[in-house]
Protein backbone atom coordinates (compact mmCIF):
# COMPACT_ATOMS: atom_id res chain seq x y z
CA UNK A 1 0.00 0.00 0.00
CA UNK A 2 2.83 2.56 1.16
CA UNK A 3 4.73 1.41 -2.73
CA UNK A 4 1.11 2.36 -4.08
CA UNK A 5 1.32 5.19 -2.65
CA UNK A 6 4.72 6.52 -3.59
CA UNK A 7 4.23 5.89 -6.94
CA UNK A 8 1.37 7.40 -6.83
CA UNK A 9 3.10 10.92 -5.53
CA UNK A 10 5.46 10.12 -7.84
CA UNK A 11 2.97 10.35 -11.03
CA UNK A 12 1.28 13.64 -9.31
CA UNK A 13 4.53 15.23 -8.59
CA UNK A 14 5.58 14.61 -12.08
CA UNK A 15 2.45 16.09 -13.82
CA UNK A 16 3.00 19.22 -11.98
CA UNK A 17 6.22 19.47 -13.37
CA UNK A 18 5.04 18.95 -17.18
CA UNK A 19 2.49 21.29 -15.88
CA UNK A 20 4.49 24.01 -14.18
CA UNK A 21 6.94 23.61 -17.47
CA UNK A 22 3.96 24.40 -19.77
CA UNK A 23 2.77 27.17 -17.99
CA UNK A 24 6.49 28.92 -17.79
CA UNK A 25 6.83 28.60 -21.81
CA UNK A 26 3.08 29.64 -22.18
CA UNK A 27 3.83 32.57 -19.78
CA UNK A 28 7.11 33.07 -21.90
CA UNK A 29 5.34 33.14 -25.50
CA UNK A 30 2.73 35.92 -24.31
CA UNK A 31 5.59 38.35 -22.16
CA UNK A 32 6.90 38.15 -25.98
CA UNK A 33 4.33 38.73 -28.28
CA UNK A 34 3.01 41.73 -25.39
CA UNK A 35 7.08 43.42 -26.01
CA UNK A 36 6.32 43.31 -29.21
CA UNK A 37 2.61 44.95 -29.63
CA UNK A 38 4.16 47.62 -27.12
CA UNK A 39 6.96 48.00 -29.58
CA UNK A 40 5.14 48.80 -32.49
CA UNK A 41 2.25 50.76 -30.50
CA UNK A 42 5.31 52.96 -30.30
CA UNK A 43 6.17 52.67 -33.87
CA UNK A 44 2.88 53.48 -34.99
CA UNK A 45 2.39 56.45 -32.62
CA UNK A 46 5.65 58.12 -33.48
CA UNK A 47 3.69 59.68 -36.36
CA UNK A 48 0.65 60.94 -34.18
CA UNK A 49 2.97 62.34 -31.50
CA UNK A 50 5.85 64.98 -32.15
CA UNK A 51 7.94 65.20 -29.33
CA UNK A 52 9.56 68.31 -27.66
CA UNK A 53 11.84 68.86 -24.90
CA UNK A 54 12.72 72.16 -23.10
CA UNK A 55 13.95 72.73 -19.93
CA UNK A 56 11.68 74.07 -18.16
CA UNK A 57 10.06 73.05 -14.84
CA UNK A 58 6.57 73.79 -13.17
CA UNK A 59 5.43 73.36 -9.97
CA UNK A 60 1.80 72.81 -9.75
CA UNK A 61 -0.27 72.69 -6.21
CA UNK A 62 0.60 68.73 -6.03
CA UNK A 63 4.27 70.07 -5.42
CA UNK A 64 4.81 67.49 -8.01
CA UNK A 65 6.96 69.29 -10.44
CA UNK A 66 6.57 69.06 -14.70
CA UNK A 67 7.73 70.82 -17.32
CA UNK A 68 4.84 71.87 -19.29
CA UNK A 69 6.82 72.71 -22.07
CA UNK A 70 8.08 68.96 -22.75
CA UNK A 71 5.83 66.54 -24.21
CA UNK A 72 4.02 65.66 -27.62
CA UNK A 73 1.42 66.64 -30.28
CA UNK A 74 -1.47 64.17 -30.16
CA UNK A 75 -4.08 64.31 -32.57
CA UNK A 76 -7.39 64.32 -30.87
CA UNK A 77 -10.24 64.45 -33.14
CA UNK A 78 -13.02 64.08 -30.16
CA UNK A 79 -11.42 66.65 -27.61
CA UNK A 80 -10.29 69.64 -30.13
CA UNK A 81 -11.39 72.16 -31.30
CA UNK A 82 -12.29 73.93 -27.93
CA UNK A 83 -14.22 76.12 -30.34
CA UNK A 84 -15.99 76.26 -33.52
CA UNK A 85 -14.52 78.82 -35.73
CA UNK A 86 -18.29 80.74 -37.16
CA UNK A 87 -19.25 80.51 -33.51
CA UNK A 88 -16.52 82.80 -31.98
CA UNK A 89 -18.49 86.51 -33.13
CA UNK A 90 -14.44 87.96 -32.52
CA UNK A 91 -12.98 85.58 -34.49
CA UNK A 92 -10.23 87.67 -36.53
CA UNK A 93 -10.58 87.43 -40.23
CA UNK A 94 -6.47 87.51 -40.52
CA UNK A 95 -6.99 84.08 -38.53
CA UNK A 96 -10.09 82.52 -39.89
CA UNK A 97 -9.00 80.32 -42.82
CA UNK A 98 -11.47 77.56 -43.14
CA UNK A 99 -13.73 80.89 -43.95
CA UNK A 100 -11.64 81.89 -46.40
CA UNK A 101 -11.03 78.74 -48.11
CA UNK A 102 -8.68 76.16 -46.24
CA UNK A 103 -10.57 73.18 -46.62
CA UNK A 104 -8.10 70.83 -44.54
CA UNK A 105 -8.95 71.52 -41.04
CA UNK A 106 -6.41 68.90 -39.06
CA UNK A 107 -4.71 72.17 -37.57
CA UNK A 108 -7.57 72.36 -35.26
CA UNK A 109 -7.45 68.56 -33.41
CA UNK A 110 -3.92 68.26 -32.16
CA UNK A 111 -3.90 68.70 -28.51
CA UNK A 112 -0.75 69.10 -26.36
CA UNK A 113 0.57 66.54 -24.44
CA UNK A 114 3.52 67.13 -21.14
CA UNK A 115 5.49 64.39 -20.55
CA UNK A 116 4.96 64.16 -16.93
CA UNK A 117 1.17 65.22 -16.18
CA UNK A 118 -1.54 66.13 -18.27
CA UNK A 119 -2.70 70.11 -18.88
CA UNK A 120 -5.84 70.90 -17.06
CA UNK A 121 -8.98 70.75 -19.59
CA UNK A 122 -9.74 74.76 -20.38
CA UNK A 123 -12.76 75.39 -18.42
CA UNK A 124 -14.11 78.93 -19.44
CA UNK A 125 -16.68 79.35 -16.54
CA UNK A 126 -13.98 78.91 -14.33
CA UNK A 127 -11.55 81.67 -15.32
CA UNK A 128 -14.42 83.95 -15.67
CA UNK A 129 -14.96 83.49 -11.88
CA UNK A 130 -11.05 84.53 -11.98
CA UNK A 131 -11.23 87.51 -13.36
CA UNK A 132 -14.39 88.38 -12.07
CA UNK A 133 -13.90 92.37 -11.37
CA UNK A 134 -10.33 92.50 -13.09
CA UNK A 135 -8.52 93.70 -16.15
CA UNK A 136 -6.85 90.83 -17.84
CA UNK A 137 -4.54 92.80 -20.94
CA UNK A 138 -2.49 91.20 -23.73
CA UNK A 139 0.64 93.95 -24.34
CA UNK A 140 2.46 93.21 -28.36
CA UNK A 141 2.55 92.80 -31.81
CA UNK A 142 -0.20 90.68 -34.13
CA UNK A 143 0.93 87.59 -32.76
CA UNK A 144 0.01 88.71 -29.45
CA UNK A 145 -3.22 90.11 -30.53
CA UNK A 146 -4.09 86.26 -32.01
CA UNK A 147 -3.52 84.90 -28.68
CA UNK A 148 -6.01 87.32 -27.23
CA UNK A 149 -8.39 86.29 -30.34
CA UNK A 150 -7.96 82.53 -29.13
CA UNK A 151 -8.81 83.63 -25.38
CA UNK A 152 -11.52 86.00 -26.21
CA UNK A 153 -13.24 83.24 -28.64
CA UNK A 154 -12.43 80.26 -25.16
CA UNK A 155 -14.50 82.48 -22.77
CA UNK A 156 -16.88 83.69 -25.39
CA UNK A 157 -18.25 79.71 -25.68
CA UNK A 158 -19.67 79.81 -22.43
CA UNK A 159 -21.72 83.03 -22.46
CA UNK A 160 -24.22 82.25 -24.14
CA UNK A 161 -26.80 85.24 -23.68
CA UNK A 162 -25.78 88.35 -26.08
CA UNK A 163 -26.37 91.29 -23.89
CA UNK A 164 -23.66 90.02 -21.86
CA UNK A 165 -20.61 90.55 -23.96
CA UNK A 166 -19.23 93.35 -25.87
CA UNK A 167 -16.71 94.38 -27.91
CA UNK A 168 -15.17 97.97 -28.03
CA UNK A 169 -12.95 98.30 -30.83
CA UNK A 170 -12.42 102.39 -31.59
CA UNK A 171 -9.30 102.17 -34.01
CA UNK A 172 -7.17 103.11 -30.87
CA UNK A 173 -4.36 100.98 -29.43
CA UNK A 174 -6.54 99.32 -27.16
CA UNK A 175 -9.46 96.68 -27.66
CA UNK A 176 -11.64 95.51 -25.16
CA UNK A 177 -13.98 92.47 -24.54
CA UNK A 178 -16.04 92.40 -21.68
CA UNK A 179 -17.93 89.66 -19.99
CA UNK A 180 -20.60 91.83 -18.50
CA UNK A 181 -21.96 89.18 -16.10
CA UNK A 182 -18.61 88.99 -15.03
CA UNK A 183 -17.24 92.72 -14.92
CA UNK A 184 -14.58 91.21 -16.52
CA UNK A 185 -12.53 93.17 -19.31
CA UNK A 186 -10.41 90.71 -21.69
CA UNK A 187 -8.32 93.31 -23.63
CA UNK A 188 -5.57 94.03 -26.43
CA UNK A 189 -3.19 96.83 -27.07
CA UNK A 190 -1.24 97.10 -29.59
CA UNK A 191 2.66 97.96 -28.59
CA UNK A 192 4.69 96.04 -30.86
CA UNK A 193 8.01 97.02 -29.66
CA UNK A 194 6.96 97.90 -26.07
CA UNK A 195 8.67 100.80 -26.20
CA UNK A 196 7.13 103.85 -28.17
CA UNK A 197 8.08 104.23 -31.74
CA UNK A 198 6.95 104.81 -34.94
CA UNK A 199 5.26 101.59 -35.75
CA UNK A 200 2.66 102.63 -32.44
CA UNK A 201 -0.20 103.20 -34.67
CA UNK A 202 -2.23 99.89 -35.14
CA UNK A 203 -3.15 100.64 -38.88
CA UNK A 204 -0.57 102.73 -40.20
CA UNK A 205 2.40 101.01 -39.06
CA UNK A 206 3.74 100.03 -42.64
CA UNK A 207 6.85 102.52 -42.91
CA UNK A 208 10.46 102.40 -44.94
CA UNK A 209 12.48 102.10 -41.52
CA UNK A 210 11.60 101.53 -38.24
CA UNK A 211 12.21 103.91 -35.31
CA UNK A 212 12.15 103.09 -31.46
CA UNK A 213 12.26 104.99 -27.84
CA UNK A 214 14.22 102.18 -26.40
CA UNK A 215 13.87 104.48 -22.77
CA UNK A 216 10.30 105.86 -23.38
CA UNK A 217 7.49 103.51 -22.31
CA UNK A 218 4.98 105.28 -19.96
CA UNK A 219 2.89 106.58 -23.17
CA UNK A 220 2.10 103.26 -23.45
CA UNK A 221 2.29 101.63 -19.70
CA UNK A 222 0.45 104.08 -18.08
CA UNK A 223 -2.46 102.19 -19.99
CA UNK A 224 -2.19 98.71 -19.06
CA UNK A 225 0.20 99.04 -15.65
CA UNK A 226 -3.19 98.59 -13.13
CA UNK A 227 -4.14 95.25 -15.01
CA UNK A 228 -4.70 92.52 -12.54
CA UNK A 229 -3.20 90.42 -15.33
CA UNK A 230 -0.28 91.00 -17.92
CA UNK A 231 0.50 89.06 -20.85
CA UNK A 232 3.33 90.54 -22.87
CA UNK A 233 5.18 89.97 -26.03
CA UNK A 234 7.82 91.49 -28.67
CA UNK A 235 10.07 89.81 -30.79
CA UNK A 236 9.40 89.89 -34.58
CA UNK A 237 9.34 93.02 -35.16
CA UNK A 238 13.03 93.51 -33.95
CA UNK A 239 14.19 90.86 -36.16
CA UNK A 240 16.15 93.03 -39.24
CA UNK A 241 19.52 93.45 -38.51
CA UNK A 242 19.27 97.19 -37.22
CA UNK A 243 17.27 99.46 -35.29
CA UNK A 244 17.24 102.86 -35.82
CA UNK A 245 17.06 104.62 -31.92
CA UNK A 246 15.66 107.99 -30.95
CA UNK A 247 17.30 109.96 -28.28
CA UNK A 248 14.29 112.53 -27.92
CA UNK A 249 10.99 113.26 -29.11
CA UNK A 250 9.82 112.49 -32.86
CA UNK A 251 8.83 116.17 -32.35
CA UNK A 252 11.67 117.40 -31.54
CA UNK A 253 13.56 118.08 -34.74
CA UNK A 254 17.41 118.12 -31.95
CA UNK A 255 17.07 114.27 -31.34
CA UNK A 256 20.00 112.18 -32.18
CA UNK A 257 19.37 108.96 -34.05
CA UNK A 258 21.29 106.00 -34.00
CA UNK A 259 21.46 103.04 -35.92
CA UNK A 260 22.22 99.92 -33.36
CA UNK A 261 22.55 96.04 -34.01
CA UNK A 262 19.13 94.53 -33.14
CA UNK A 263 20.18 92.51 -30.43
CA UNK A 264 21.13 95.37 -28.67
CA UNK A 265 18.40 97.83 -29.52
CA UNK A 266 16.52 94.79 -27.90
CA UNK A 267 18.07 94.63 -24.82
CA UNK A 268 18.05 98.22 -24.22
CA UNK A 269 13.74 97.98 -24.51
CA UNK A 270 14.02 95.19 -21.98
CA UNK A 271 16.00 97.26 -19.83
CA UNK A 272 12.98 100.27 -19.48
CA UNK A 273 10.28 97.93 -19.39
CA UNK A 274 11.78 95.81 -15.95
CA UNK A 275 12.37 99.08 -14.68
CA UNK A 276 9.01 100.36 -15.21
CA UNK A 277 7.32 96.83 -14.31
CA UNK A 278 9.84 97.05 -10.87
CA UNK A 279 8.77 100.62 -10.08
CA UNK A 280 5.00 100.74 -11.08
CA UNK A 281 3.41 96.92 -10.75
CA UNK A 282 1.47 96.44 -8.06
CA UNK A 283 3.11 92.80 -6.87
CA UNK A 284 -0.34 92.29 -4.65
CA UNK A 285 -2.40 92.44 -7.23
CA UNK A 286 -1.03 92.30 -10.66
CA UNK A 287 0.24 88.47 -12.09
CA UNK A 288 2.91 88.53 -15.22
CA UNK A 289 3.26 86.28 -18.24
CA UNK A 290 5.84 86.88 -21.16
CA UNK A 291 4.98 84.47 -24.17
CA UNK A 292 8.63 83.55 -25.97
CA UNK A 293 8.78 84.17 -29.82
CA UNK A 294 6.89 82.48 -32.39
CA UNK A 295 8.25 80.76 -34.88
CA UNK A 296 7.87 81.51 -38.58
CA UNK A 297 8.03 78.43 -41.35
CA UNK A 298 8.65 80.32 -44.60
CA UNK A 299 11.54 78.42 -46.02
CA UNK A 300 10.32 74.81 -46.66
CA UNK A 301 14.57 73.74 -47.04
CA UNK A 302 14.66 73.87 -43.44
CA UNK A 303 12.51 71.48 -42.85
CA UNK A 304 13.32 69.33 -45.86
CA UNK A 305 10.84 70.61 -48.58
CA UNK A 306 11.35 72.32 -51.97
CA UNK A 307 13.37 75.33 -52.65
CA UNK A 308 11.53 78.65 -52.89
CA UNK A 309 7.93 76.73 -51.02
CA UNK A 310 6.95 78.28 -47.55
CA UNK A 311 4.27 76.65 -45.41
CA UNK A 312 1.66 76.87 -48.34
CA UNK A 313 -0.03 73.13 -48.73
CA UNK A 314 1.74 71.88 -45.72
CA UNK A 315 -0.79 69.70 -43.91
CA UNK A 316 1.58 67.65 -41.79
CA UNK A 317 3.61 68.40 -38.74
CA UNK A 318 7.59 68.42 -38.62
CA UNK A 319 8.50 65.30 -36.94
CA UNK A 320 12.08 65.89 -36.25
CA UNK A 321 12.98 66.11 -32.97
CA UNK A 322 14.57 68.93 -32.03
CA UNK A 323 13.79 71.20 -35.05
CA UNK A 324 14.61 74.88 -34.87
CA UNK A 325 13.81 77.28 -37.66
CA UNK A 326 16.66 79.79 -38.99
CA UNK A 327 14.47 82.77 -37.91
CA UNK A 328 14.30 81.55 -34.16
CA UNK A 329 16.95 83.61 -32.51
CA UNK A 330 18.14 82.04 -29.14
CA UNK A 331 19.92 85.44 -28.12
CA UNK A 332 17.36 87.53 -28.34
CA UNK A 333 15.41 84.91 -26.13
CA UNK A 334 18.45 84.92 -23.82
CA UNK A 335 18.12 88.63 -23.28
CA UNK A 336 14.36 88.21 -22.33
CA UNK A 337 14.71 85.14 -19.95
CA UNK A 338 17.93 87.38 -18.14
CA UNK A 339 15.64 89.92 -17.84
CA UNK A 340 12.97 87.87 -16.31
CA UNK A 341 15.41 86.21 -13.86
CA UNK A 342 17.33 90.03 -13.05
CA UNK A 343 13.74 90.72 -12.05
CA UNK A 344 12.69 88.05 -9.84
CA UNK A 345 15.55 89.17 -7.74
CA UNK A 346 14.61 92.32 -7.18
CA UNK A 347 11.26 90.75 -6.22
CA UNK A 348 9.34 90.50 -8.92
CA UNK A 349 8.25 87.11 -10.52
CA UNK A 350 7.06 87.28 -14.70
CA UNK A 351 6.23 83.78 -15.79
CA UNK A 352 7.91 82.98 -18.99
CA UNK A 353 5.45 80.74 -21.28
CA UNK A 354 8.02 78.57 -23.45
CA UNK A 355 5.91 78.75 -26.70
CA UNK A 356 8.79 78.29 -29.21
CA UNK A 357 10.31 74.57 -29.42
CA UNK A 358 6.59 72.87 -29.21
CA UNK A 359 5.14 75.34 -32.32
CA UNK A 360 8.22 75.03 -34.01
CA UNK A 361 6.90 71.76 -35.33
CA UNK A 362 3.11 73.06 -36.78
CA UNK A 363 4.24 74.29 -39.77
CA UNK A 364 0.67 73.27 -41.10
CA UNK A 365 -0.96 75.64 -38.53
CA UNK A 366 -0.71 78.97 -40.57
CA UNK A 367 -3.06 80.86 -42.82
CA UNK A 368 -1.26 80.77 -45.96
CA UNK A 369 -3.23 82.65 -48.50
CA UNK A 370 -6.39 81.13 -46.40
CA UNK A 371 -6.83 84.53 -44.85
CA UNK A 372 -8.39 88.73 -45.12
CA UNK A 373 -6.04 91.49 -43.51
CA UNK A 374 -6.41 94.46 -45.03
CA UNK A 375 -8.13 93.17 -48.08
CA UNK A 376 -8.56 89.91 -49.76
CA UNK A 377 -5.94 88.64 -52.09
CA UNK A 378 -5.91 89.32 -55.90
CA UNK A 379 -6.09 86.89 -58.72
CA UNK A 380 -2.51 87.62 -59.35
CA UNK A 381 -1.67 86.86 -55.54
CA UNK A 382 -3.44 83.71 -55.40
CA UNK A 383 -1.66 82.59 -58.57
CA UNK A 384 1.59 82.48 -56.52
CA UNK A 385 0.46 81.34 -53.31
CA UNK A 386 4.22 80.88 -52.07
CA UNK A 387 5.21 84.87 -52.25
CA UNK A 388 1.67 86.04 -50.48
CA UNK A 389 1.47 82.88 -47.83
CA UNK A 390 1.35 84.53 -44.37
CA UNK A 391 3.44 81.63 -42.40
CA UNK A 392 3.73 84.22 -39.22
CA UNK A 393 0.30 84.16 -37.54
CA UNK A 394 -1.56 80.71 -36.97
CA UNK A 395 -4.80 79.48 -37.89
CA UNK A 396 -7.85 79.55 -35.10
CA UNK A 397 -8.69 77.51 -33.65
CA UNK A 398 -5.27 75.88 -33.68
CA UNK A 399 -2.13 76.80 -31.90
CA UNK A 400 -2.75 79.72 -29.82
CA UNK A 401 -5.19 77.84 -28.04
CA UNK A 402 -2.86 75.54 -26.78
CA UNK A 403 -0.81 78.41 -25.59
CA UNK A 404 -3.70 79.71 -23.70
CA UNK A 405 -4.00 76.37 -22.21
CA UNK A 406 -0.19 76.20 -21.01
CA UNK A 407 -1.18 79.97 -19.34
CA UNK A 408 -4.52 78.43 -17.82
CA UNK A 409 -2.55 76.21 -15.81
CA UNK A 410 -0.53 78.32 -14.59
CA UNK A 411 -2.71 80.44 -13.46
CA UNK A 412 -4.38 78.13 -11.55
CA UNK A 413 -1.19 77.05 -10.67
CA UNK A 414 -2.59 72.86 -11.82
Known amino acids: MVARNQNLVAITWGASVKFSIIQFFVSLILAVFFVAA ?12 IPVMVDVTFS ?7 NLFSGKWVFDNKSYPLYKE ?3 KFM ?3 LACNKFGREDLSY ?22 ELRNKRMVFVGDSLNR ?26 SNLIIYKALGYNASIEFYWEPLLVESNSDDPVNHKLPERIVRTQSIEKHARVWTDADILVFNSYLWWKQPHIKVLWGSFKDENGIYKEVENVRSYEMAFKTWSDWLE ?7 TRLFFISMSPVHENAEEWGGSNGQNCYGETELIKKEGYTGNKTDPNMMRIVENTIDELKTRGLKVEF ?6 SEYRKEGHPSIYRKQWGALSEEQLSNPSSYSDCIHWCLPGVPDVWNEIMYAYIFQM
Request: hydrophobic share 35%; proline share 3%; with cysteine.
Open 38 to 49: VYMAREYVTFSM
Open 60 to 66: GSSHSEC
Open 86 to 88: KEC
Open 92 to 94: SDQ
Open 108 to 129: RYWRWQPNQCDLPRFNATRLLE
Open 146 to 171: GQWVSMVCLLDSSILDPKMKLLNNTG
Open 279 to 285: IHVDRAK
Open 353 to 358: INITQL
